[in-house]
């Protein structure tokens, strides 16, 4: 996997986690939103699942 540090990368896909209350939601920069997990590992095992695919 190369990794490189655009600025503003229309095609990527850069997700995140961010929590929510007692749960952990991931997110993406093209608006793609995870569903709600109680657990952080999970919410990125969701994000990965959305870049990946
Ligand atoms: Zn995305």
Redesign the pocket.
């Known amino acids: 996997m190369e990794q490189q540090d655009a600025p503003n990368g229309p095609q990527e ?3 995140t986690t961010v929590e929510q209350g007692r749960f952990c939601v991931a997110r ?5 939103r995870g569903p709600a997990r109680r657990a952080r590992s999970l919410a990125r095992s969701d994000a990965e699942g ?2 990946v695919g």
């Open positions: 896909h850069r997700t993406c920069t093209c608006g793609w959305h870049a």
